[in-house]
């Protein structure tokens, strides 16, 4: 009988510990002699190396996706001719692949019957969700958030970009590299109070993009 995989999604704001739960996971896997994979778009630039980082300071090393890699036939020929057969694939940051590398992914999961868990971001600064995000929410088997909570005690919600003074930003580019400097998660109360703040001390108009 073939072996039954599964897509599993799970997401959650920025800081919440996304990153160290793969790591955590790719750990687990090692100690009990299990072989897995890690993967990570290429997009994501803060590491010039290919390695997976968590904000607690760990590390493991990774293949990259790039926006043109078929992620199907690298996986048949890189990853499942390797012996012992990898039976676990591991994404970071996977609200930068492109609705049909998840397509393929779900096609590893069908016909090889591996796991692929994708961790990443729900939505991005504007509250709008990411290409990657929106159709593993469509397809994925499994779906699980990773929450935090935001400094007035609600569960965080938004990947709020902010400038050089801490001002939230709601005009830019889609896909903007940070950490701390650059994005604050907050929850939706939190959110809208900081825009009316900000656009009151810079004269803006308040939009709700």
């Known amino acids: 009988m ?3 995989g599964k897509l599993y999604f799970r997401y959650g704001t920025m800081g919440s510990a996304k990153t160290a739960l793969l ?3 790719a750990y687990n896997f090692e100690e009990r002699g299990m072989a897995y994979k890690c993967l990570k778009p290429v997009v994501d630039t803060r590491d010039a190396r290919n390695v997976i980082r968590s904000r607690i300071g760990i590390e493991r090393e990774c293949g990259w996706i790039y926006p043109e890699t078929d992620l199907y036939n690298m996986i048949k020929e890189e ?5 012992p057969r990898p039976q676990w694939i591991l994404v970071d940051e996977a609200q930068f692949l492109t609705s049909r590398q998840v397509d393929q992914l779900a096609a590893v999961v069908d016909d090889f019957g591996c796991n692929v ?3 990443g971001l729900r939505t991005d600064f504007q509250t709008g969700l990411f290409e990657g995000s929106r159709r593993l929410f469509e397809i994925a088997d499994s779906i ?8 007035c005690g609600r569960k965080t919600i938004v ?7 801490g001002e939230i930003m709601t005009q830019g580019e889609q896909v903007e590299i940070g950490g701390n400097e650059r994005y604050m998660a907050v929850c939706r ?5 900081k825009k009316v703040q900000s656009a009151s001390r810079n004269q803006l108009p308040l939009t709700n993009d």
């Open 2 to 4: 073939n072996r039954i």
């Open 189 to 193: 109360k939190c959110w809208r109070e």
């Open 23 to 25: 790591l955590t996971q």
């Open 79 to 83: 990853t499942l001719s390797q012996t």
């Open 144 to 151: 699980e958030e990773v929450k935090s909570t935001c400094s």
């Open 117 to 119: 868990v994708c961790y």
């Open 159 to 165: 990947n709020a970009r902010i400038d050089s003074h």
